[in-house]
């Protein structure tokens, strides 16, 4: 039986709190945002497992307090020859390192791994997903997260066997590959007198598309000849229906057919016609005035609008032609070539 799979509740809470911090920390460098121990991270891919050896464990600045305080217990009881202080300095010592073991178990064992991040349009937010895997029958309580540039820490409570899945959001600024940061877990649990930490790098990135400009279309290209397509001319011949696709315009659907349908769970039918002059968009480079990112946002505003009124289209970039076409695949192409085009002088650096 797999282990439950549930969105941690405690990550749902603190999410818009938090992702302000991690939204302006990522508006700085990254490499300075790192911490020295951060920076020698090396990017790891699939599922992370925190084994025993990468795990540090140090006093927190609760547990030095607490460690000098039994110091001084030591000091008093030796100095004034107290059986009692004795007893409750070797005490408070066993617990200290109780506690450390404690500790450090909450953190062994865990399995950390990423899913893969859903493309945004610059000036959007990134969301990236973590799965964490508690392979072990006794809970993981008090997780704390932190990416590099943050210092207010999130928490995650994993009961026993469970898988959690855990977000993180960050604002992407530009167009490209935005990846994710090195990740902090730690546990002060249980008294918060010791903490355990390890940074890990998860191989993860997020696809950001150029931020959309919305102009007018250019003309489209008419092509004659038989063939199928939403034909737009009241003459064309009926050439038969298909089921429909998200990219088809509502005025195509067969409504009457759907309306005979008494179980409503058959899918909606679309209108085929043929005969007719078929359109057709090029959304060509040249044919967009400014600078390069002005370019861009334009061609990526005329890739959603020929999207959304189910018009075909192909995109002509230089050193890069797209043929035509429509629907989810043929518009997240045409975004990903925008999203990673470069200029020759910009190769050569």
């Keep these: 039986m797999s282990p439950p799979l549930s969105v941690a509740p405690e990550a749902d809470n603190a999410i818009d709190a938090w992702t302000g911090e991690a939204l302006e920390a990522s508006a700085a460098p990254r490499a300075q945002q790192r911490p020295r121990l951060a920076r020698r991270l090396v990017q790891e891919r699939g599922w992370v497992r925190l084994s025993p050896r990468r795990i540090y464990v ?3 600045a609760t547990g030095a307090f607490y460690a000098l305080t039994v110091i001084a217990m030591f000091l008093a009881a030796i100095n004034y020859d107290l059986a009692l202080g004795h007893a409750l300095a070797f005490l408070l010592t066993a617990l200290g390192l109780i506690c450390l073991l404690h500790t450090w ?10 899913l893969e ?3 945004v349009h610059a000036g959007e937010t990134a969301r990236f997903r973590l799965l964490v895997r508690n392979p072990d029958t006794r809970p993981r309580p008090a997780l704390e997260w932190q990416t590099a540039g943050t210092t207010v820490p999130r928490f995650l409570h994993l009961a026993p066997k469970e898988t959690a899945v855990f977000p993180f959001a960050f604002s992407a ?15 002060r649990y249980p008294l918060g007198i010791v903490l355990a930490w390890n940074w890990f790098w998860l191989e993860s990135r997020c696809l950001v598309y150029p931020r959309p400009v919305f102009q007018p279309l250019p003309e489209p290209e008419e092509s004659g000849g ?33 309306a005979r349908d008494p179980t409503g769970l058959r899918p909606l039918l679309v209108k085929e016609f ?3 002059a078929i359109r057709r968009l090029r959304l060509d480079w040249n ?10 946002s334009i061609l990526a505003g005329w890739v959603l609008t020929a999207e959304a009124e189910g018009t075909e289209y192909s995109l ?30 910009q190769d050569a650096t």
């Design 58 to 60: 140090f006093a927190s």
């Design 105 to 114: 178990s909450v953190l062994a064992g865990l399995e950390i791994s990423a």
């Design 117 to 119: 991040a859903q493309p």
């Design 173 to 187: 600024h530009a167009r490209g590959w935005l990846e994710l940061p090195p990740l902090k877990i730690s546990s």
């Design 226 to 258: 038989e063939g199928s397509g939403s034909g737009r001319n009241g003459d064309d011949d009926f050439a038969g229906l298909r089921e429909r696709q998200p990219a088809d315009s509502p005025r195509h659907v067969a409504w009457k057919m759907a």
């Design 274 to 276: 043929g005969g007719g």
């Design 287 to 296: 044919a967009t005035e400014g600078e390069l990112e002005q370019r861009l």
């Design 316 to 345: 002509v970039l230089p050193r890069l032609s797209l043929p035509s076409g429509r629907g989810t695949a043929h518009r997240h192409e045409c975004l990903k070539a925008l999203a990673l085009f470069s200029t020759p002088a």
